[in-house]
């Protein structure tokens, strides 16, 4: 652009010719610099083809970038007389930035910025944590039976469906937990939830009185259960693990509230011992507290069967067992569900009715189907087949060539799995340094302090060929003879 151009002191900067990001980036940056006046208000704007030409982009990703700010309202156009910038009104203009109130809730402080998460690319190697492999999916199937679904929703009178969940989603949530992990429990049992975050929002609701409940969460644990029984206004208290699951004997008495994951402890990897169940179980018979069972990736073992579910072996009502699909299925999905005791079925529906009524009817309806013809049991054994042979591998370059650093710990269940570092270097560090070349590992200290100094190894979205590579480089990463942290 030459120095004349109304545009040319803004300097802008988009991605190379062919990114997809190209139209997005220009239409954010013109509209930055007019709502912070850059772009003075009447000026007029370079014609569609002098600013493609400018900046080396097509005419047509210029003409759709000034189409989306004009129905913003942002700029004007006058037959032969070009496109100009809008005088906003007050309303339209950036407020001045200001500070955490102190009413804030304590649970949401230190938090503000602006989420980023979807505009982080993945990793070349990806060892997240909690990411399953959808290339398996049967899509074409889930298409199918969405299109059977919303083709029979059409014929009903489409109001508001009831809180609980759909009664045939429900059913076969019922069904499955019941084949899958012994849960015995029937479809009234059952209550749909927006996946396993908003359960333990429910739970909390409906369980914790603000400032008086004590409940226990396991450390390190998982932090959004934590987060959401802090927002309830909990008095939240870490109890620690060993290799047999939470140690009851550290569990304050006077918690009314217990969030465990016995299957598959998170982030650690060991399964809750049978003493330790009935431990844990007779501690809430004799306080008369309730145990929040988080069965997150119970479905995926490796080692024989698996032990009883707490919810199973529970005899005195106090169990809540949590499930979702986001590692059976895909995350955004954002199915759940809770299978309750009877006591707290009306308590649970009400706290569902006020925060948002039910969850979405026509992906409710199509999961329903799937489940109940036998699609997700036939994805959950491929999957389980596919993931042990990745496990295996991921132990044989464990207990091979990155012994010298790593040491897996106890785990036979699951989407990942726990290394304790042992050659002197920092697990924290090492993940750092691994994720500026290319591998997405996180670590144990992600999860709470003084805790195993330990990275963590999802194989969940990482082919056997491409974990191969990755952990060749990560050996390379470890060897180089300087101590990383």
Same mark, same amino acid.
């Given at each position: 652009?030459?120095?004349?151009?109304?545009?040319?002191?803004?300097?802008?900067?988009?991605?190379?010719?062919?990114?997809?990001?190209?139209?997005?980036?220009?239409?954010?940056?013109?509209?930055?610099?007019?709502?912070?006046?850059?772009?003075?208000?009447? $000026?007029?704007?370079?014609?569609?083809?002098?600013?493609?030409?400018?900046?080396?982009?097509?005419?047509?990703? #210029?003409?759709?970038?000034?189409?989306?700010?004009?129905?913003?309202?942002?700029?004007?156009?006058?037959?032969?007389?070009?496109?100009?910038?809008?005088?906003?009104?007050?309303?339209?203009?950036?407020?001045?930035?200001? &500070?955490?109130?102190?009413?804030?809730?304590?649970?949401?402080?230190?938090?503000?910025?602006?989420?980023?998460?979807?505009?982080?690319?993945?990793?070349?190697?990806?060892?997240?944590? &909690?990411?399953?492999?959808?290339?398996?999916? @049967?899509?074409?199937?889930?298409?199918?039976?969405?299109? /059977?679904?919303?083709?029979? =929703?059409?014929?009903? !009178?489409?109001?508001?469906?009831?809180?609980?969940?759909?009664?045939?989603?429900?059913?076969?949530?019922?069904?499955?937990?019941?084949?899958?992990?012994?849960?015995?429990?029937?479809?009234?049992?059952?209550?749909?939830?927006?996946?396993? %975050?908003?359960?333990?929002?429910?739970?909390?609701?409906?369980?914790?009185?603000?400032?008086?409940?004590?409940?226990?969460?396991?450390?390190? &644990?998982?932090?959004? @259960?934590? *987060?959401?029984?802090?927002?309830?206004?909990?008095?939240?208290?870490?109890?620690?693990?060993?290799?047999?699951?939470?140690?009851?004997?550290?569990?304050?008495?006077?918690? /009314?509230?217990?969030?465990?994951?016995?299957?598959?402890?998170?982030?650690?990897?060991?399964?809750?011992?049978?003493?330790?169940?009935?431990?844990? $179980?007779? +501690?809430?018979?004799?306080?008369?507290?309730? #145990?929040?069972?988080?069965?997150?990736?119970?479905?995926?073992?490796?080692?024989?069967?698996?032990?009883?579910?707490?919810? !199973?072996?529970?005899?005195?009502?106090?169990?809540?067992?949590?499930?979702?699909?986001?590692?059976? $299925? +895909?995350? @955004?999905?954002? *199915?759940?569900?809770?299978?309750?005791?009877?006591?707290?079925?009306?308590?649970?529906?009400?706290?569902?009715? /006020?925060?948002?009524?039910?969850?979405?009817?026509?992906?409710?309806?199509?999961?329903?189907?799937?489940?109940?013809?036998?699609?997700?049991?036939?994805? #959950?054994?491929?999957?389980?087949?596919?993931?042990? /042979?990745?496990?295996? $591998?991921?132990?044989?370059?464990?207990? &091979?060539?990155?012994?010298?650093?790593?040491?897996?710990?106890?785990?036979?269940?699951?989407?990942?799995?726990?290394?304790?570092?042992?050659?002197?270097?920092?697990?924290?560090?090492?993940?750092?340094?691994?994720?500026?070349?290319?591998?997405?590992?996180?670590?144990?200290?992600?999860?709470?302090?003084?805790?195993?100094?330990? *990275?963590?190894?999802?194989?969940?979205?990482?082919?056997?060929?491409?974990?191969?590579?990755? =952990?060749?480089? *990560?050996?390379?990463?470890?060897?180089?003879? %300087?101590?990383?942290?």
């Amino acid at each position: 652009m030459n120095s004349g151009d109304p545009l040319s002191a803004l300097h802008l900067q988009l991605p190379p010719t062919g990114s997809r990001q190209r139209m997005r980036d220009l239409h954010r940056q013109l509209k930055d610099a007019i709502l912070s006046g850059r772009i003075a208000p009447g $000026l007029r704007l370079p014609s569609t083809r002098a600013l493609a030409q400018a900046l080396g982009a097509s005419r047509n990703a #210029v003409v759709a970038v000034y189409g989306l700010l004009l129905g913003e309202g942002y700029i004007e156009a006058a037959a032969g007389a070009g496109h100009h910038v809008a005088r906003l009104p007050a309303a339209r203009r950036p407020i001045a930035p200001r &500070g955490e109130p102190a009413w804030l809730n304590p649970a949401y402080r230190g938090l503000g910025g602006t989420p980023d998460r979807d505009a982080q690319p993945a990793p070349r190697w990806d060892f997240r944590v &909690g990411v399953p492999d959808k290339s398996e999916l @049967a899509f074409d199937i889930w298409r199918r039976l969405s299109a /059977r679904s919303l083709r029979t =929703l059409s014929r009903r !009178t489409v109001g508001y469906g009831p809180p609980q969940g759909q009664p045939a989603l429900r059913a076969a949530i019922a069904q499955h937990v019941s084949f899958a992990r012994a849960v015995a429990c029937s479809a009234d049992d059952v209550l749909v939830s927006a996946g396993a %975050q908003q359960a333990f929002s429910l739970l909390a609701q409906v369980l914790v009185t603000p400032g008086r409940t004590v409940v226990a969460v396991e450390h390190p &644990g998982y932090p959004p @259960a934590r *987060l959401a029984f802090e927002a309830a206004g909990a008095r939240v208290v870490p109890v620690p693990v060993d290799d047999e699951g939470l140690v009851v004997e550290r569990l304050p008495g006077e918690a /009314r509230v217990i969030v465990t994951t016995p299957a598959h402890q998170f982030p650690l990897g060991m399964v809750m011992s049978a003493a330790r169940r009935r431990a844990l $179980l007779a +501690f809430a018979q004799r306080h008369g507290a309730v #145990v929040v069972e988080d069965d997150y990736d119970g479905e995926f073992r490796f080692d024989g069967r698996a032990l009883d579910a707490l919810q !199973t072996l529970d005899r005195a009502a106090s169990v809540f067992f949590v499930g979702t699909f986001s590692k059976s $299925l +895909f995350p @955004a999905l954002r *199915l759940g569900y809770v299978v309750a005791p009877p006591w707290a079925r009306l308590p649970l529906v009400a706290a569902k009715e /006020r925060m948002d009524w039910h969850c979405n009817l026509l992906s409710q309806e199509t999961l329903a189907a799937f489940i109940a013809e036998g699609h997700l049991a036939r994805h #959950v054994r491929r999957m389980g087949a596919r993931y042990a /042979r990745r496990r295996a $591998l991921l132990l044989e370059r464990l207990n &091979g060539d990155l012994a010298p650093w790593l040491q897996p710990l106890p785990g036979s269940a699951g989407l990942h799995l726990a290394a304790q570092m042992v050659g002197g270097h920092d697990a924290a560090a090492v993940a750092a340094r691994a994720r500026t070349a290319g591998l997405g590992l996180s670590c144990v200290a992600d999860y709470g302090r003084e805790v195993p100094n330990a *990275l963590l190894f999802g194989y969940g979205a990482i082919d056997e060929a491409a974990m191969g590579d990755a =952990l060749a480089r *990560l050996a390379q990463l470890l060897g180089n003879n %300087q101590r990383i942290g």
